[in-house]
Nanobody, 128 residues
């Protein structure tokens, strides 16, 4: 089993920055890609960014390209999402997720249905 816990959310003014962290525990040795998703009230959970195990490949939603950066530190079993130039439309609960090791799990994917493990989320609020 793998457990994921997000942290780093909070209240920030538009134009500000936050860094989210996702700490993994349990069976974390498999070389699987991980992703960040977000969900605003009344909306579908949407893809934000993904990163493979080695950190050499990343993918971003068009809405966050140039502003957000995903990274990971496998020695700390942690994946990060650096968010800069935040906009009110970025406000949401942010979730990290990991693919299942039973599949070719180091391939990047934007589809939330292809992720198996999920954290409980961390709230990001952006004020004008």
């Amino acid at each position: 089993q793998v457990q994921l816990v997000e942290s780093g959310g909070g209240l920030v003014q538009a134009g500000g920055s936050l860094r989210l962290s996702c700490a993994a525990s349990g069976r974390t040795l498999s070389r699987c890609s991980m992703g960040w998703f977000r969900q605003a009230p009344g909306k579908e959970r949407e893809f934000v960014a993904a990163i493979n195990w080695s950190g050499t490949s990343t993918s971003y939603a068009d809405s966050v390209k140039g502003r957000f950066t995903i990274s990971r530190d496998n020695g700390k079993n942690t994946v990060y999402l650096q968010m800069n130039s935040l906009k009110p439309e970025d406000a949401a609960v942010y979730y990290c997720a990991r693919r299942d090791r039973l599949y070719y799990c180091d391939d990047l994917t934007l589809s939330k249905t292809e992720y198996y493990y999920w954290g409980q989320g961390t709230q990001v609020t952006v004020s004008s």
